[in-house]
Nanobody, 123 residues
């Protein structure tokens, strides 16, 4: 499975941005998908996750501001980010796995496939 992210950029605080991740490969390998982020000097953290069963999880800091959605017909997962804050600045990564967990996970070891990342800068 190959994952290709797009949509990153620079935005002023309070503004929106939408990230996209197109998946190439067997659909059975991406039953769960997620967005992670990593800023310089920090650990990679899970932001949002979704699975084909409709399960969705968010980390507390983005709850109510970010929305993850899956478009199976387009093999794409989106991350709509609203009310962006400077602390949201990071490289954002798309991830996928064939496993459907009881609750979508936000941990790095839970995902097998990773994209190259797209930079988001909020000033």
């Amino acid at each position: 499975v190959q994952l290709v992210e797009s949509g990153g950029g620079s935005v002023e605080a309070g503004g929106p941005l939408r990230l996209s991740c197109v998946a190439f490969g067997a659909s059975s390998s991406r039953r769960s998908m997620a967005w992670f982020r990593q800023d310089l000097g920090k650990e990679r953290e899970g932001v949002a996750a979704a699975d084909i069963g409709g399960g969705i999880s968010y980390t507390d800091s983005v709850q109510g501001r970010f929305t993850i959605s899956l478009d199976d017909a387009k093999n794409t997962v989106y991350l709509q980010m609203d009310k962006l804050e400077p602390d949201d600045t990071a490289m954002y990564y798309c991830a996928a796995t064939s496993t459907v967990y009881r609750v979508p996970r936000l941990s790095v070891p839970s995902y097998l496939y990773w994209g190259q990342g797209t930079q988001v800068t909020v000033s």
